[in-house]
């Protein structure tokens, strides 16, 4: 099974200000996927971000707002960009499964607090 | 639009009771998942179902997938306090690992 790491776990930010998740896993993949979860609500996808490549957005989430970065192909990281206390969420970081493999794994989330 | 839809959204229990909570989706999917969150934390895998009549069981919970009727279901047997959390199914959007996820199921269990 893939290990996923992101940082920061956890941050209180200021409003207007913005923050970058880092999202690291221990095996090459081709594709990472960024999810939200409002508090108190289901997850929902934010964007895929594929190496070599921009992000593909879902409805609902632009570039400007939650820039990503796909360096390589054990790394990503997603801006959440000009915050306001409606960005306040967990953020996690979900990776493709190998062939063979039938799981969804997900890192241990950042929660973020707008204030 | 693949939409997924879980019944009840909160329960509350007795230990010792049965209950089985539903997934219900729109479309065609090639993978559904089971998750629990407890609080502030992040997804737990539990089980991962494939194919038509799949059925996987862990401990005290059991789930099962029609693929036909569109429908799995988590069923939780003689509950315990330790399965308090939140349960979310999610389905595969289209086989490209894109995951839709269920509302969530907030599952107490009283003493």
């Known amino acids: 099974s893939a290990v996923i790491s992101q940082k920061p776990s956890r941050d209180i930010c200021q409003r207007g200000t913005s923050l970058t998740i880092q999202c690291q896993v221990d095996s090459q993949v081709t594709m990472m996927f960024w999810y939200r979860q409002q508090p108190g609500q289901s997850l929902t996808l934010i964007a895929t971000a594929n190496q070599g490549s921009e992000a593909t957005y879902e409805s609902g989430f632009v570039i400007d707002k939650f820039p990503i970065s796909r360096p390589n192909l054990t790394f990503s990281t997603l801006t959440v960009s000009n915050m306001s206390p409606e960005d306040s969420s967990i953020y996690l970081c979900?990776?493709?499964?190998?062939?063979?493999?039938?799981?969804?794994?997900f890192g241990q989330g950042t929660r973020l607090t707008v204030v | 639009e693949l939409k997924v839809e879980q019944n009840p959204l909160f329960l509350s229990m007795q230990e010792g009771k049965n209950y089985t909570i539903y997934c219900n989706y729109s479309t065609t999917s090639d993978r559904l998942y089971w998750y629990r969150q407890d609080p502030g934390k992040s997804l737990e895998s539990l089980f991962v179902?494939?194919?038509?009549?799949a059925v996987k069981q862990e401990g005290r919970l059991m789930a099962s997938l029609d693929t036909k009727a569109r429908l799995s279901t988590l069923h939780i047997t003689a509950a315990v306090h330790d399965l308090s959390a939140t349960y979310f199914c999610a389905v595969d959007r289209w086989g490209a690992q894109k995951l839709v996820f269920g509302q969530g199921t907030r599952l107490t269990i009283n003493p």
């Open positions: 979900s990776v493709e499964v190998p062939p063979g493999v039938a799981e969804a794994f």
């Open positions: 179902l494939l194919s038509n009549g």
